[in-house]
Protein backbone atom coordinates (compact mmCIF):
# COMPACT_ATOMS: atom_id res chain seq x y z
CA UNK A 1 0.00 0.00 0.00
CA UNK A 2 1.30 3.70 -0.90
CA UNK A 3 0.62 6.52 1.31
CA UNK A 4 0.57 10.42 -0.17
CA UNK A 5 1.58 12.89 2.22
CA UNK A 6 -1.45 14.37 2.68
CA UNK A 7 -2.56 11.31 5.01
CA UNK A 8 0.42 11.48 7.29
CA UNK A 9 0.87 13.46 10.46
CA UNK A 10 3.79 15.40 8.91
CA UNK A 11 4.78 16.74 12.41
CA UNK A 12 7.74 17.76 14.98
CA UNK A 13 6.97 17.45 18.56
CA UNK A 14 8.74 17.15 21.70
CA UNK A 15 8.06 15.29 24.82
CA UNK A 16 9.05 16.27 28.09
CA UNK A 17 9.75 15.63 31.80
CA UNK A 18 10.17 18.44 34.55
CA UNK A 19 11.93 16.12 37.54
CA UNK A 20 11.83 19.29 39.93
CA UNK A 21 7.89 19.14 39.70
CA UNK A 22 6.82 15.76 38.00
CA UNK A 23 5.33 17.46 35.43
CA UNK A 24 5.02 15.28 31.86
CA UNK A 25 4.27 16.66 28.62
CA UNK A 26 3.90 16.87 24.69
CA UNK A 27 4.49 20.08 22.53
CA UNK A 28 3.69 19.74 19.24
CA UNK A 29 3.29 21.79 15.42
CA UNK A 30 1.85 20.59 11.99
CA UNK A 31 0.65 20.86 8.88
CA UNK A 32 -2.42 18.51 9.66
CA UNK A 33 -5.91 19.53 10.87
CA UNK A 34 -6.39 19.14 15.20
CA UNK A 35 -2.47 17.61 15.36
CA UNK A 36 -3.52 17.92 19.09
CA UNK A 37 -6.35 15.07 18.64
CA UNK A 38 -3.71 12.35 17.10
CA UNK A 39 0.33 13.24 18.70
CA UNK A 40 0.02 13.70 22.30
CA UNK A 41 -0.24 11.06 24.89
CA UNK A 42 0.82 11.63 28.64
CA UNK A 43 -0.34 10.33 32.12
CA UNK A 44 0.89 11.93 35.38
CA UNK A 45 3.33 9.98 37.33
CA UNK A 46 4.43 7.60 34.16
CA UNK A 47 4.97 9.32 31.25
CA UNK A 48 4.07 10.80 27.77
CA UNK A 49 4.00 9.66 24.11
CA UNK A 50 4.10 11.38 20.67
CA UNK A 51 2.69 9.33 17.83
CA UNK A 52 2.93 10.33 14.17
CA UNK A 53 3.93 10.16 10.72
CA UNK A 54 1.79 7.58 9.29
CA UNK A 55 0.15 8.05 12.81
CA UNK A 56 -1.01 4.43 15.28
CA UNK A 57 -2.63 6.25 18.24
CA UNK A 58 -2.38 2.97 20.03
CA UNK A 59 0.67 3.76 20.47
CA UNK A 60 -0.53 6.10 23.09
CA UNK A 61 -2.56 3.78 25.12
CA UNK A 62 -0.02 0.80 24.96
CA UNK A 63 3.00 2.87 25.11
CA UNK A 64 2.00 4.36 28.65
CA UNK A 65 0.42 1.15 30.49
CA UNK A 66 3.84 -0.40 29.49
CA UNK A 67 5.56 2.42 31.19
CA UNK A 68 3.39 2.04 33.97
CA UNK A 69 4.31 -1.71 33.85
CA UNK A 70 8.33 -0.26 34.96
CA UNK A 71 9.32 -1.27 30.85
CA UNK A 72 12.25 1.17 29.60
CA UNK A 73 11.30 3.68 26.78
CA UNK A 74 13.75 1.96 24.45
CA UNK A 75 11.75 -1.24 25.38
CA UNK A 76 8.47 0.14 24.85
CA UNK A 77 9.17 1.59 21.59
CA UNK A 78 10.49 -2.34 20.48
CA UNK A 79 7.26 -3.80 21.99
CA UNK A 80 5.33 -1.71 19.95
CA UNK A 81 6.77 -1.56 16.68
CA UNK A 82 7.49 -5.09 16.68
CA UNK A 83 3.48 -5.98 17.00
CA UNK A 84 3.30 -3.14 14.01
CA UNK A 85 3.38 -4.01 10.24
CA UNK A 86 3.68 -0.68 9.51
CA UNK A 87 6.65 0.32 11.68
CA UNK A 88 8.72 1.45 9.06
CA UNK A 89 5.82 4.35 8.61
CA UNK A 90 5.63 5.22 12.10
CA UNK A 91 7.35 7.65 14.62
CA UNK A 92 7.27 7.66 18.23
CA UNK A 93 9.15 9.81 20.96
CA UNK A 94 8.62 8.53 24.48
CA UNK A 95 9.93 9.79 28.36
CA UNK A 96 9.02 8.17 31.38
CA UNK A 97 8.14 10.10 34.69
CA UNK A 98 12.43 8.74 35.77
CA UNK A 99 13.50 11.01 33.01
CA UNK A 100 14.11 8.23 30.84
CA UNK A 101 13.24 8.89 27.15
CA UNK A 102 13.92 7.14 23.64
CA UNK A 103 12.70 7.68 19.99
CA UNK A 104 12.19 6.32 16.91
CA UNK A 105 11.85 6.85 13.04
CA UNK A 106 10.51 4.31 10.55
CA UNK A 107 13.11 3.66 7.52
CA UNK A 108 10.08 4.78 5.57
CA UNK A 109 9.07 7.88 7.19
CA UNK A 110 9.11 10.96 3.76
CA UNK A 111 12.80 12.94 4.52
CA UNK A 112 13.74 15.00 6.29
CA UNK A 113 12.62 12.74 9.03
CA UNK A 114 14.59 11.95 12.58
CA UNK A 115 14.93 12.45 16.46
CA UNK A 116 17.48 13.04 19.25
CA UNK A 117 16.85 11.72 22.82
CA UNK A 118 18.36 12.55 26.23
CA UNK A 119 17.94 12.98 29.61
CA UNK A 120 14.07 14.33 30.32
CA UNK A 121 13.29 14.59 26.36
CA UNK A 122 13.15 13.54 22.89
CA UNK A 123 12.03 15.35 20.16
CA UNK A 124 11.29 14.00 16.39
CA UNK A 125 10.26 15.10 13.29
CA UNK A 126 9.25 14.31 9.88
CA UNK A 127 8.65 16.11 6.50
CA UNK A 128 11.15 18.82 7.64
CA UNK A 129 12.82 21.55 6.15
CA UNK A 130 16.17 19.46 7.48
CA UNK A 131 18.30 17.99 10.29
CA UNK A 132 17.86 21.69 11.52
CA UNK A 133 14.57 21.98 12.77
CA UNK A 134 15.59 18.50 15.55
CA UNK A 135 19.21 20.03 16.32
CA UNK A 136 17.81 23.37 17.41
CA UNK A 137 14.38 21.81 19.43
CA UNK A 138 16.75 19.78 21.39
CA UNK A 139 19.51 22.62 22.08
CA UNK A 140 16.69 24.96 23.24
CA UNK A 141 14.86 22.45 25.45
CA UNK A 142 18.05 22.22 27.27
CA UNK A 143 18.61 25.34 27.58
CA UNK A 144 15.47 27.40 28.18
CA UNK A 145 14.61 27.64 32.03
CA UNK A 146 11.34 28.21 33.80
CA UNK A 147 8.27 25.55 33.91
CA UNK A 148 8.44 22.12 31.61
CA UNK A 149 5.49 24.07 29.77
CA UNK A 150 7.51 27.39 28.53
CA UNK A 151 10.92 24.90 27.92
CA UNK A 152 8.45 22.66 25.38
CA UNK A 153 6.95 25.93 24.01
CA UNK A 154 10.08 27.38 23.46
CA UNK A 155 11.45 24.01 21.71
CA UNK A 156 8.61 23.58 18.99
CA UNK A 157 9.06 27.37 18.23
CA UNK A 158 12.83 27.34 17.63
CA UNK A 159 12.21 24.18 15.79
CA UNK A 160 10.31 26.08 13.94
CA UNK A 161 12.05 28.95 13.15
CA UNK A 162 14.95 26.78 12.52
CA UNK A 163 12.49 25.54 9.19
CA UNK A 164 10.01 22.81 10.74
CA UNK A 165 7.67 21.26 8.40
CA UNK A 166 8.11 21.85 4.71
CA UNK A 167 4.85 21.59 3.60
CA UNK A 168 3.76 24.12 6.00
CA UNK A 169 1.63 25.17 9.31
CA UNK A 170 -2.02 24.57 10.50
CA UNK A 171 -2.13 23.06 14.19
CA UNK A 172 -0.33 22.89 17.00
CA UNK A 173 -1.34 21.69 20.60
CA UNK A 174 0.42 21.59 24.09
CA UNK A 175 -0.16 18.75 26.97
CA UNK A 176 0.66 18.67 30.60
CA UNK A 177 0.07 16.62 33.11
CA UNK A 178 0.35 16.68 36.59
CA UNK A 179 -0.51 14.65 39.70
CA UNK A 180 -3.66 16.69 40.52
CA UNK A 181 -2.73 19.39 38.58
CA UNK A 182 -5.86 19.90 36.76
CA UNK A 183 -9.14 22.43 37.44
CA UNK A 184 -10.05 22.41 40.86
CA UNK A 185 -7.01 19.44 41.86
CA UNK A 186 -10.15 16.85 40.57
CA UNK A 187 -7.67 15.14 37.84
CA UNK A 188 -4.40 15.48 36.23
CA UNK A 189 -4.58 17.27 33.00
CA UNK A 190 -2.46 20.45 33.87
CA UNK A 191 -2.82 22.38 30.44
CA UNK A 192 -4.41 20.87 27.70
CA UNK A 193 -4.18 24.01 25.03
CA UNK A 194 -5.07 23.39 21.39
CA UNK A 195 -5.06 25.47 17.79
CA UNK A 196 -6.60 22.94 15.40
CA UNK A 197 -6.73 25.41 12.30
CA UNK A 198 -4.86 28.80 12.58
CA UNK A 199 -1.85 30.26 9.71
CA UNK A 200 0.59 31.02 12.58
CA UNK A 201 -0.38 27.93 14.96
CA UNK A 202 2.74 27.93 17.10
CA UNK A 203 2.03 31.98 17.47
CA UNK A 204 -1.44 31.27 18.78
CA UNK A 205 -0.77 28.85 20.96
CA UNK A 206 1.48 30.47 23.31
CA UNK A 207 -1.22 33.14 23.12
CA UNK A 208 -3.93 31.11 24.63
CA UNK A 209 -1.08 29.66 26.78
CA UNK A 210 -0.79 33.17 28.57
CA UNK A 211 -4.27 33.46 28.76
CA UNK A 212 -4.79 30.02 30.12
CA UNK A 213 -1.55 31.20 32.92
CA UNK A 214 -3.55 34.16 33.61
CA UNK A 215 -6.81 33.04 34.41
CA UNK A 216 -5.78 29.60 36.73
CA UNK A 217 -1.94 30.79 37.47
CA UNK A 218 -1.14 31.86 40.91
CA UNK A 219 -0.83 35.42 41.97
CA UNK A 220 2.44 36.46 42.36
CA UNK A 221 3.30 38.29 45.35
CA UNK A 222 5.07 41.17 43.50
CA UNK A 223 2.14 41.53 41.60
CA UNK A 224 -0.17 42.78 44.09
CA UNK A 225 -0.64 45.94 44.52
CA UNK A 226 -2.95 48.23 46.60
CA UNK A 227 -5.47 50.04 45.07
CA UNK A 228 -4.60 53.54 45.07
CA UNK A 229 -3.12 56.36 43.07
CA UNK A 230 -2.18 55.49 39.84
CA UNK A 231 -3.40 52.03 40.27
CA UNK A 232 -6.56 53.38 41.16
CA UNK A 233 -6.77 56.12 38.45
CA UNK A 234 -5.97 53.35 36.20
CA UNK A 235 -8.51 50.98 37.17
CA UNK A 236 -11.33 53.54 36.92
CA UNK A 237 -10.60 54.37 33.68
CA UNK A 238 -10.58 50.80 32.43
CA UNK A 239 -13.83 49.73 34.48
CA UNK A 240 -15.35 53.05 32.88
CA UNK A 241 -14.07 52.15 29.49
CA UNK A 242 -15.28 48.23 29.46
CA UNK A 243 -18.78 49.26 30.90
CA UNK A 244 -19.02 48.32 34.58
CA UNK A 245 -19.18 52.09 35.90
CA UNK A 246 -20.74 55.26 34.21
CA UNK A 247 -18.22 57.63 35.58
CA UNK A 248 -15.15 57.57 37.02
CA UNK A 249 -15.82 59.72 40.28
CA UNK A 250 -17.58 56.87 41.53
CA UNK A 251 -17.02 56.11 45.93
CA UNK A 252 -14.84 53.30 47.00
CA UNK A 253 -17.65 50.98 47.53
CA UNK A 254 -19.09 51.07 43.49
CA UNK A 255 -16.03 50.77 42.39
CA UNK A 256 -14.86 47.54 44.40
CA UNK A 257 -18.34 46.03 43.76
CA UNK A 258 -17.91 46.53 39.98
CA UNK A 259 -14.46 45.37 40.01
CA UNK A 260 -15.49 42.08 41.67
CA UNK A 261 -18.21 41.84 39.04
CA UNK A 262 -15.33 42.54 35.88
CA UNK A 263 -13.41 39.40 37.54
CA UNK A 264 -16.19 37.24 37.85
CA UNK A 265 -17.47 38.02 34.55
CA UNK A 266 -14.04 37.06 33.40
CA UNK A 267 -13.42 34.09 35.38
CA UNK A 268 -10.77 35.44 37.23
CA UNK A 269 -12.07 33.79 40.57
CA UNK A 270 -8.62 32.74 41.12
CA UNK A 271 -6.76 36.24 40.67
CA UNK A 272 -9.27 37.64 43.61
CA UNK A 273 -7.96 39.19 46.42
CA UNK A 274 -9.25 40.84 49.67
CA UNK A 275 -10.67 44.28 48.85
CA UNK A 276 -8.41 47.09 48.42
CA UNK A 277 -5.85 44.76 46.58
CA UNK A 278 -5.68 44.34 43.13
CA UNK A 279 -3.53 41.73 40.81
CA UNK A 280 -1.38 44.02 38.20
CA UNK A 281 -1.75 41.05 35.88
CA UNK A 282 -5.36 41.35 35.98
CA UNK A 283 -5.34 45.23 35.44
CA UNK A 284 -2.57 44.41 32.37
CA UNK A 285 -5.45 42.38 30.85
CA UNK A 286 -7.67 45.02 31.24
CA UNK A 287 -5.63 47.51 29.45
CA UNK A 288 -5.76 45.11 26.45
CA UNK A 289 -8.99 44.00 26.95
CA UNK A 290 -11.30 45.18 23.95
CA UNK A 291 -14.41 46.16 24.17
Not at 137 to 154: D, V, Y
Not at 195 to 220: A, C, N, S
Not at 234 to 262: C, M, W
Amino acid sequence: MSYSSNHLVATFSVVGYDPATGEIGVAVQSKFLGVGSVVPWAKAGVGAVATQSLANPSYGPRGLSLLEQGVEPEEVIKHLINEDSGRDMRQVGIVDARGGSATYTGVNCYSYAGGHASDNYAVQGNILVGVETIQAMAEAFEKTSGSLANRLLKSLNEGQQAGGDKRGKQSAALYVVKEQGGYGGYNDRFIDLRVDDHEDPIRELYRIYHLQQLYFGVTKEENIAEIKGEVKEELREQLKRLGYIPTVHVVDSILYKNFTAFLHRENFEERELEEGLIDLEVLDFMKYKSI
